[in-house]
């Protein structure tokens, strides 16, 4: 009995736990975002739990509905499209109502956008803070990138295709210089991370992409959480003065990678 939180694919169907198909199977409800996405995965695995809907249009009335279900010792799954419920999706309500109720509660992990970017950007390695969906407004875009101007940790966001373009665009110009990594349709057939400096990667992406996207913007240079960032302007500084003294500019970032420690590529792009 009680409520539990499971954490669904966010791409590929293979990527699921063996708890949550345990618990799919196993519960007299599994509530979902969209029944026709929970069905797929449900049929994939010979899964015939009853299925409701749980979406952010109904979650205030599907909780009332739900709650004394749950009181009286009902076993429901929680699930969302993809990724775990409750963070950028359908779920903290009937959960803290769950918690506040003192009905028996368990959070299954699996597939994470945020956390598989964040690898995958190889901007990862101190703090990060998740941001959920940037803002779609210039004016309220300017501001978030005046705070990441120092921002000590990577800022890992979710972001449309359609809009990509142009927050790209808008970081370009704030932060030109600044690493991020575009990574779509993780754990999917034709997943890309897209990585380099702001202006570079945003003049990859002038046209809409396909798929789900998660935007990965790295530490400001010479922040506690940037020493790798910190280090990198130093080499590209370098870089500069070989170039002012006569060396073609792809020896002396292979002269400075070798001696500095970092990626000879992306100091290279770093020094353009």
Same mark, same amino acid.
């Given at each position: 009995m009680g409520l539990a939180v499971c954490a669904t694919p966010i791409g590929n169907l293979d990527d699921v736990t063996l708890r949550v198909l345990e618990e799919l199977r196993?519960?007299?409800l599994v509530l979902c975002e969209d029944t026709r996405r929970t069905r797929i995965l449900l049929d994939r695995h010979g899964i015939r739990t009853p299925m409701l809907s749980y979406h952010r249009h109904n979650e205030a009335s599907r909780t009332a509905e739900i709650l004394p279900r749950l009181l009286e010792g009902a076993r429901v799954a929680l699930a969302s499209d993809a990724g775990l419920p409750g963070v950028s999706d359908?779920?903290?309500?009937?959960?803290?109502?769950? &918690?506040? =109720?003192?009905?028996?509660?368990?959070?299954l992990p699996g597939p994470s956008a945020v956390?598989?970017?964040?690898?995958?950007?190889?901007?990862?390695?101190?703090?990060?803070?998740?941001v959920g969906y940037l803002p779609r407004g210039e004016p309220a875009l300017r501001a978030v990138w005046a705070e990441l101007a120092s921002a000590p940790e990577s800022i890992v966001a979710f972001e449309s295709p359609k809009r990509l373009p142009r927050t790209l665009g808008s970081l370009a110009v704030a932060l030109p210089h600044r690493e991020v990594a575009v990574c779509r349709e993780l754990t999917k057939?034709?997943?890309?991370?897209?990585?380099?400096?702001?202006?570079?990667? +945003? +003049?990859?992406? &002038?046209? %809409? %992409?396909?798929?789900?996207?998660?935007? &990965?913007?790295?530490?400001?240079?010479?922040?506690?959480?940037?020493? =790798?960032?910190?280090?990198?302007?130093?080499?590209?500084?370098?870089?500069?003065?070989?170039?002012a003294a006569g060396i073609p500019r792809r020896r002396a970032a292979e002269l400075v990678a070798e001696l500095a420690g970092v990626s000879k590529n992306r100091l290279y792009? +770093?020094?353009l």
């Open positions: 196993t519960a007299d359908p779920g903290s309500r009937l959960l803290r109502a769950a &918690v506040d =109720a003192g009905i028996e509660t368990t959070v956390e598989t970017a964040l690898v995958a950007s190889t901007l990862g390695a101190g703090s990060y803070r998740f057939r034709f997943e890309e991370v897209v990585r380099g400096p702001a202006r570079e990667v +945003a +003049a990859r992406f &002038v046209e %809409p %992409p396909k798929g789900e996207v998660t935007l &990965v913007i790295g530490p400001a240079a010479g922040s506690a959480a940037g020493g =790798a960032g910190a280090g990198l302007e130093r080499a590209t500084a370098a870089v500069a003065e070989l170039v792009r +770093a020094s």
